[in-house]
């Protein structure tokens, strides 16, 4: 299940930064990042269910400075 989600969340991530590099429209950038920090934070849990607590717990903290720029972002924008 955090395998398909993992990977469907990066499709999306992907579709946001295509459109972004194509278009020049960096509007939606907070939305990637987001949803690039989620990816991540699925990541991380995969590494905890696999007993390697020390990158589960660095996959936490960079979901974590990835949601603080991700609000940052939508509060500038």
Do not use: A, D, H, P
Not at 13 to 31: M, Q, W
Not at 60 to 77: K, Y
Request: one cysteine or more.
């Amino acid at each position: 299940m955090l395998k398909v989600l993992c990977s469907v969340l990066s499709i999306v991530t992907f579709l946001f930064t295509s459109y972004g590099l194509i278009t020049k429209n960096f509007e939606f950038n907070f939305i990637m990042i987001f949803l690039l920090g989620l990816t991540i934070l699925i990541m991380g849990l995969e590494e905890f269910r696999k007993e390697r607590k020390m990158y589960g717990w660095l996959m936490v903290v960079v979901f974590l400075f990835s949601l603080f720029v991700s609000i940052q972002s939508f509060l500038l924008n």
